[in-house]
């Protein structure tokens, strides 16, 4: 069955310290793949995403992630977490040639961030 | 560029009650779509309309749900006879003809 995984429920990370949320997916065909953050309360804002090409993408907020076809994945990395960065993220992926472009989600990770 | 609006921000409400919810997407973007997020899942997707038109609709979406998006800008989302599962964020999203969508900042439905 088609799906994402998101095998971190909560990561607690210390300010400054670098930082890699994981994601896999299982789809036939290599799918449009996405990061989103949410915070508290909030909507959902996109940090970067994939289509095709190079296979590490840089996206908003100092985050960047890799593709690697190999193993399924696409990870969210970012060198030195701030205060703020504290939210929950969300990988999501849109299936290649569905018209409606609806997005599936992970179920995503909550980062929380020590002073 | 204003972004996506939804109304209310937060409701509440009793078992049985109806509901509707208010989202004004980008003006320029011509596909909006619903989505439901519940504690510790991510959004899953309800319906989708490209203009005026509603395009597709998850299972997610039962006989108590109905959207609307007249003449393809702001778009309502109803729920008739409110039950406590009901209760989640709904969140609204629109984009042009392209993979990805901006996100308002959702809905809070608590059903009591």
């Known amino acids: 069955a088609q799906s994402v995984t998101q095998p971190d429920i909560h990561i607690t990370v210390s300010e400054g310290a670098s930082l890699e949320l994981r994601c896999n997916y299982s789809?036939?065909?290599?799918?449009?793949l996405f990061w989103y953050v949410q915070s508290p309360g909030q909507g959902l804002q996109l940090l970067l995403k994939?289509?095709?090409?190079?296979?590490l993408v840089q996206g908003i907020k100092g985050f960047e992630a890799e593709f690697k076809w190999s193993q399924s994945s696409f990870n969210l990395r970012k060198p030195s977490v701030h205060w703020s960065d504290a939210a929950e993220y969300f990988c999501?992926?849109?299936?290649?040639?569905?018209?409606?472009?609806?997005?599936?989600f992970g179920k995503g990770t909550k980062l929380s961030v020590i002073p | 560029d204003t972004g996506v609006s939804q109304d209310p921000r937060h409701k509440i409400t009793k078992r049985g009650q109806n509901v509707t919810f208010r989202c004004d997407p980008i003006?320029?973007?011509?596909?909006l779509y619903w989505y439901r997020q519940t504690l510790g899942q991510g959004p899953e997707f309800l319906t989708y309309?490209?203009?005026?038109?509603?395009?597709?609709k998850s299972r997610l979406l039962s006989d108590r749900f109905s959207a609307e998006r007249p003449k393809g800008s702001f778009s309502t989302l109803e729920i008739q006879r409110t039950e406590q599962g009901d209760s989640a964020m709904y969140l609204c999203?629109?984009?042009?003809?392209?993979?990805?969508?901006?996100f308002g900042p959702g809905t809070r439905l608590t059903v009591t």
């Open positions: 994939y289509f095709s090409g190079d296979t």
């Open positions: 003006s320029e973007h011509n596909r």
């Open positions: 999501a992926v849109v299936p290649r040639g569905a018209g409606s472009y609806q997005l599936t």
């Open positions: 999203a629109s984009s042009l003809d392209v993979p990805y969508m901006n």
């Open positions: 309309f490209q203009n005026e038109a509603q395009l597709e």
């Open positions: 789809y036939g065909a290599t799918p449009y």
